[in-house]
């Protein structure tokens, strides 16, 4: 969507790009919480150029937490992911628009399964150096688990059904191949 700002002329544009469709719904976005647009004669929306920073701040704010949130479903299992849009729903409807992004990144907080770190006991004298288990994960030192060759039953157990959320048996297929399994 692009903006004409009023003090200037300048264009500029503001996305939010939906993650399930790929589409940009900035203007909806803006246009459904903001009273009294005006547009110039290109259909742009004229803004101070503060108003634009607001906007374009929050929503590269929001955009980040949407796509957060879209990826919780291919870490969470169906009855979880439910319970997740529940309380999104719930707690984004009691806060105002500034604060949803925060909010929605709260309650991905709270449903991110655990981080993972693979400890291998080989690295034990080099100052306990962990491995990723998969690179498309955030990886912290601080609240992470490791796991050595002790822990290959349960991963099996893991993979032969018997419990865990879809990211926990996607951990145990990485750890499994990692320790040689």
């Known amino acids: 969507m692009k903006i ?34 005006e547009f110039d004669d290109e259909g742009n929306i004229i803004m101070t150029e503060e108003a634009c920073d607001y906007w374009f701040n929050l929503c590269s704010h929001y955009e980040k937490a949407d796509h957060r949130c879209y990826r919780m479903k291919d870490d ?36 991110e399964p655990e981080k993972v770190m693979i400890y291998n006991e080989n690295c034990a004298s080099a100052g306990n150096v962990h491995h990723q288990a998969t690179s498309d994960c955030n990886w912290e030192h601080g609240d992470s688990s490791c796991y050595s060759e002790k822990d290959i039953p349960r991963m099996k157990e ?5 419990g865990g959320s879809q990211y926990n048996r996607k951990v145990a297929r990485t750890l499994l191949e990692y320790f040689g399994h």
């Open 158 to 162: 893991l993979l032969e059904g018997y």
């Open 76 to 111: 969470l299992n169906n009855s979880e992911y439910t319970s997740f849009l529940d309380d999104l729903t719930y707690e984004i409807s009691q806060v105002d628009l500034e604060t949803t992004p925060d909010v929605m990144n709260q309650i991905c907080d709270k449903y």
């Open 4 to 37: 004409t700002i009023k003090e200037t002329n300048d264009i500029q544009e503001i996305t939010i790009i939906d993650p399930k469709t790929g589409l940009d719904y900035a203007r909806d976005f803006i246009g459904n919480n903001e009273i009294d647009l």
